[in-house]
Every structure is written in C-alpha cells, then in structure tokens.
C-alpha cells in the first residue's frame, strides 16, 4: 500500500495542473449531482411523509362551464362524505381566490405587562373539525380534543415561538382586526415545505356557513378512505345515487342533461398526485410536472457522465508523460497488475476528494443568493441518504473513470516504449473521440433547452396585452375605507400619472371570480375581475368596440360590463345588451381583446372587467396599481408611498411591489428551472471543454513527433492548426445534427405546460452551435499554438 500511496503523491506533485482540472470538474459535477438529486427527492415526496398518504384524496369538480377545478360547495362535499363507510373522515377548508393557502390577518398579540404591542400578519386558513381527522398534526403542546369551533384556533411552532417566546401558547390570545379575540388551543409541530397542507393559523368554519348552498363551490375538499383502490367505486356510487336536483332545480333531470351534451362529474385525486396535477384553475398548491423531474435527473446523470468522461480523457492524455516512467517499473520487475491497481488507486482518490470539494460547493451554494433556485432544504442533516448515495456515486466514478486508463497506460510493451516509439491505437482513438462526442451532445442539448426555457419566460412577461411599465402595486384592503384619501394623497407626488383600483392583481393567479349569468335565457359563465371605472385606462387596456367605464356606471343599480372577444364570440354577447340572474345584471358597454389577465398557463377563457353597481357595494376594488410617469425616480416613488401608507396606519406592514415582481412570483417555478438550467449547462460546457482540453493534450503530444516534421518540410503554424480543428470540428457537425432532434423534442414537450408558448426559433440552434464552435476553436488553437511553436528539431529528436 504504502507505495501506491508514495507513487500517488508523485504523480499530483508531477501534474499538478491536471490534478486540478481534474478534481475542479469532479467536484462541479457532484455539487450539481447533490442539489438535483435534492430537488428531485422534495418534489416526488411532496405530502408523502403524511400517515397514509395513499388514502387521503381530494375532491375535484367537472362542468362545461367551470372546466375542472378543485373547489366543491360544502353540502355536496359533506354528501359524499357521509355517502359511503368506507370514507373514513372529510373535511373542507376554505381558499383565497387572490391568493390561495388562506388569508393573511392582521393581529396583535396582547402583553401582560402592558408594554408595547406585537404586531403580526400571517396566513390563516378556516376548516372544520374533520379536516383534523383527514390530516395528521403532531401536537406539541394542547389538544384536538378541545372546543373546535370558532373563536380557537391551532398555530405552528415556530408561530408559538414567534408570538410567545419560550412560554406556553396554549389558552393565550392574539386579538384579530375585525374577528376579536382568537384563543390558542393547540400547537402543532410545522410541517415540510413540500406539502399541500400549509403551516398557518388554523380557525374553525362556523356549523351554519353555506350550509344549504349548494352552487356555492368555494371549499377544498379532503377525504381519508379505508382502501385507496376504492376511491373511484365511491364516485360512481355517489354519482350514481345523488340527486342532482338539489344542485340545478327540481325540473332537473341528468339523463335529460346529459343527452344535450351536459356533463357533471367529481373526481378524486390522490394527495400525492397533487402537485403532479395539470395546472387547474383556483388550485394554489405549488406545480411541477414529471417531464421536468426527467429532464432535471437527465441532466445529473449527463453532468456526472460528462466529468466521468473528461477524468478518464484527462488521465489518457497523460499517456504520453507518464509512459516511460510506468514502463520503466515494468522492466525493473513490478507487476502489471499492481501498477493497474495504483492507477486505479490513484482515480478514485482523485474522485473522492472531488466529492469532499464537492460538499464544500454545496455549503457555498446553500449561503448565496442562487439558493432561491431550488425548494428543498440543502443541509446534510435532511438528506443523509442523498450525500451518502453520493459519495457511493464518486467512488464508483473514480473506480470505472480509472479501469480504462490504467489499462492503456501498461498495454504497450517495455522495450517498444524505451525505445521511445509507441503507437496510437485506432480504437482507442474512435473511443476517445465518441465520448467527447456524448459531451458535445450533452453540452448542444442543454444550451438549446436553457435558451428556450428564457424565452418562454421572457413571453410569459411581455406578451400581456396591457401596460406593466413604471406600475407599483399595493394592497390598501387595510384601510380602504380611506381609498379616496390616500388616492388623492398618492398623486401629489409629481412621478405619479395616476392610481386605479382593482379586486385582485391583474395576472397574478391561475384564475379569479367565477360568475355565472343569464344572456338572453342562457345560462353564461366566466371569470370576473371588478375594477375601479378608470382602471383600462391606466392599464392602456385598448377596447375592439364600445365605451370604455364611467364613474357614474358606479352609481347604477348593477354596473358596468367589457368583456373580452373570447366571451363574445363564445356567447354570441352583443353591445348595450343587459345580463340577467342572481347577483344582479348590468349593461354590456364594451369589448376589449384577450388580455392576458391569468397566467399563461391557462388558455384565455371568457373573462369581463367589472364596475360593480350600488347593489355590488361589497366588492372592494382594494388593490391599488399606481402608474408613474417616464422618468421617474423609482427609489424616491416607493418612498413617498410608504410614507403615506405609514400616515394611515403606521403599524401594518404593507405589501408594496413593482408589477415586475408580481409576474416574478406568478413564474417562480418556470423561472427557477430555466436559471437552473442555465446554471448547469454552463456548467456541462466548462467541464466539456475541460475534457477537449485534455484529448488535444494527448493528441497534440502523441503528434508531436509528426508536427516537428511537418514543420521540416515546410507546413505552418496556421496550417497545422487548422488541420487539429478539422477533427473537431468535423466531431461537432455529427454531434450537432444528433444533438437537434433530441433538444427539439424535450423542450417542445416541456412548452406542452403552457397554454401559449414562443415559437421555435431556428437561430437558437445555430447560436448554440456557435457558442460551443468558438469555445472549441479557442482551445483547440491554443493548445496546438504552443506546440506547433516548438523547436521541430527537439520535436524529433524526442520522437
């Protein structure tokens, strides 16, 4: 042992440079390696740590009018929960339409000694008292065996710890704007980020809440079965013996429905399955798809793959430096097989300490701002399996990345190498160039899916169909009741051009209201945003036909409506006409193209900007969007509105942001994969050109000899140069056209998530070719620069 170990620390003395570039491009490898693979665990065990998490579904609704959506109105929900024994508990939570995940309260926590008050904001999500049943809380402190009804609540530990220090939570009050006093009755223990069930304060649906409303589908549905195999049979058992009329009227009849083209169907989905879903209108819960996991687990295999390739390039290209001492210890009487075992020794130590520089990388990454890219938790403490089954990983590259070296390397016989003559074999040779070649595949496939993946991002920003520039948005719901004030307070800052008001955030969900109507005795329905009456004009929202909004459409009984050209065409609506039904009409007063008013996820369904009417009062329009004009000192705009949201209430903290960010967050997992992406084709491409780097070494310095005569007999430097970059070049044309057809396909299967999507543009094929040419061109040049430059004479006596 102790002269493998004596000969390895030869040869990292000898080839310092190479040991490097050796251990950087390992360790860049398994560094990606280890923060895909974490990514790829949170996302496939999203709500799996849940007790019998193949049993708990939730219930899902179907109709024309509604498409698919994961909302369910409270008396069917608990229909079905009582509609079979084999349910063994449900429960209903309720959901922000603005927001999901609940609302966010303003509190403040009162303190004995009369000192100063905390205030906090935090989400809070109501539920009944079988939701409990469904889920399973680990509770810390208090029970569920308590009062469940309104007026107590649950709260997460580290909520405890933050409102009440090291002292018990439990029977403590925080006092909520509008709802008083909310007693702790329970501590929960917090649950993982990657879980549908939301680490919130949790209060209790008063018994009566739309108790009887039956087309009131606004609740989250949720069942624990005692066999998961049976959820489909509870379905079709309850759709089967429901009665419908309860829903739709009493003249209603579903054979009659359904043979006019109707359908009505529920589903369940089950929790793990969740965050797997197709995007669905009003579901919150954080997307991924399988595709993405694929392509993110491909690229880790092809990063380690990559490096793996460049080690074992690396090391043969060596060859021509380490031949004669190898061989000089054949012929002094050591075994082939001993030397084998050295080299072997030798790269998977070098693999290893790549991993520890590894691990080192990971800490970095977890300390910078880049850390926003990926969800999960990068500490060792929460996947010991993770770095564990890396490290397996390293020494098995190491292993495999050194048996092929250390054969070439002692194939050649003593007295041929001594005699300073050993030839190159074509099949080595063939090898070497094919795996560069999977490098080069690699480096073309990823640079063509990170280019599309911004473009994407990028149209999903720009192509709105309205105005986002100079646009600060802030929610005054706090105190709306001074909209007109703190409006009229706003504008006399000089930069603002002017302030409008709407119900939720123009883009910034998957979906808003959903309203249904009459139009001339059919029934309509489609989403809804009410707005202030000056809001498409600070938008610069153009109308196809018709006026735009009044303020005195206010003032009517039922206000104002524009619908978008999908709604019109779909509904046959027309100009001046009157909608009808609960809820009240209004007046059709104009058209306006598709906005992209949701995400670009979700097709353009029919939609209408809304002016409510005095009998609609109770729509608050509380979010303000203030429009600056050009020029204006962004920093200095944001400062007057805080101050003035601070002259209003000087405690709340205001949720103040530029448009730009409310797109950001609406696109964070697009954004995220598609930086992550980029991040590591980078990556692929430098530890790609490492690898090239090391086959011109070995090549140029088994051709030294042929360079030395070529120069004898006149070739020169240009030309001997051009001739190494025909073998590359030659090597990336193959790799390019095998590398198209496989990027065209991934990415185009990745923008099947999007609804609307950028087109495929030829040139970024030709950009990634160019990128990767030129990266290759400056190497190949380089190296072979300084040796065509060589002393030919030296050259040839060497040979």
Known sequence: MKPIIRNLLSVIRRF???????????????????VIMIQLDYDYSFDKFHPDSDKIFRMEMFTPQTSRIPLISRPIAESFFESSPHIVAGGLSNQSISGGGGFEIFFHVECDDDSERNYFKEKALAV???????????????????????????????????????????????????????TVLAVYRDFPSNSVINNCIYSFMDKEENKDNWSFSVYNTYVRVNQASD?????????????????????????AAEATGFTYSLYLTALPEIHFQPNLQYDFVPKTS???LLIL??????????????????????????????????????????????????????SMASFLVALLLVT?????PLVRLIDADLSFKAHPLIFSGSALVAALVGLLAGIYPSRYMTSFEPAVVLKGSFGLSQKGKKLRHTLIGIQYVASFALIIGATFMYLQNRFMQSNLGYDKEALITVDIGRIYRNRDAFTNRIKTYSGVEDVTNSFALLSSADGYLMWARQFRGDDIVFQVLPVHHTFLNVMDIKLTEGRNFRQEDANTEHGAWIFNETARKRFNLELNAKLEGWGGG??????????????????????AFYVPGTANSWLTTHFACIKLKAGTNMRAAMSHIHATLAEFDANY???????????????????????????????????SIVGVFGLVVFDSECRRKEIGIRKVLGASTLGIIIMFNKTYFRILTICFVAATPLAWYTVNRWLQNFAYKTPMYWWVYLVALAVVAVITLCTVTFQNWRVANDNPVKAIRKG
């Open 16 to 34: 310092k440079l190479a040991t490097a570039l050796n251990i950087l491009g390992l360790s860049v490898a398994f560094a990606a390696f280890i």
């Open 128 to 182: 009944t008292p079988g939701f409990f049943d469904v889920f399973t809380f680990d509770i810390v402190e208090g029970s569920t065996d308590g009062h469940l009804a309104p007026g107590n609540i649950f709260i997460p530990l580290s909520m405890a710890k933050k409102f009440f220090g090291n002292e018990p939570a439990v029977g403590r009050q925080i006092v909520v704007d509008g709802l008083g006093n909310q």
């Open 231 to 255: 959820a489909s049979q509870l379905i079709e058992n309850f759709v089967r013996n429901f009665d419908f009329r309860l829903v739709f009227g009493q003249d209603f009849s579903m054979e």
């Open 290 to 292: 399988r595709q993405t």
């Open 297 to 350: 687990l491909a690229i880790a295999i092809m990063i380690v793959a990559i490096a793996a390739i460049n080690f074992t390039n690396f090391s043969t290209a060596l060859t021509p430096m380490r031949i004669n001492s190898l061989n000089t210890q054949l012929v002094l009487g050591s075994r082939r097989s001993t030397l084998r075992l050295s080299l072997i020794f030798e790269a998977v130590f070098i």
């Open 364 to 368: 970095l990454f977890a300390q910078s």
């Open 586 to 607: 209004g007046e059709i007063v104009g058209f306006m193209p598709d906005v992209k008013f949701a995400s670009f996820r979700i097709a353009v369904e029919p939609m």
């Open 653 to 687: 903290t205001f949720d103040v942001r530029f448009f730009d960010e409310v797109l950001q967050r609406l696109y964070e997992k697009e954004t995220s994969l598609g930086s992550l992406i980029s991040l590591f084709s980078l990556m692929a491409i430098f530890i």
